[in-house]
């Protein structure tokens, strides 16, 4: 279970890592894809967009969710963790921890390239 752990965690990190240096580049594009001095398909898209209650600020959060969705991991094995704890499962207890440390070690990784 920890080697497969081990290597979903280097993937995960590789595509986290290249994610992270892209996203101020995409908001940049979000930025001028919604200008509506841009173009016509910008004032049309955002004329769509206005229609579904939708806006620059929808995509942008859309685009920071697989950033953000690491850290929500670590509280799930966190309180994973506190039952298993509280259950006296302390071989489980071990496992959570090496996977919330792996988890650490990823955020701060990513965070180093952001």
Known sequence: MLSNFTQVENKSQKLYQKYCKIYPKLLKSIEKLFDPQSNQYSKDLIDLMAKHNYTASFVEGVLISPIQRITRY????GEYKKTAAAEGRDNCVKKLDVFIE?????????????
């Open 74 to 77: 670590q509280l799930l094995l």
């Open 102 to 114: 792996g988890l650490s070690e990823m955020i701060g990784n990513v965070d180093k390239c952001s």
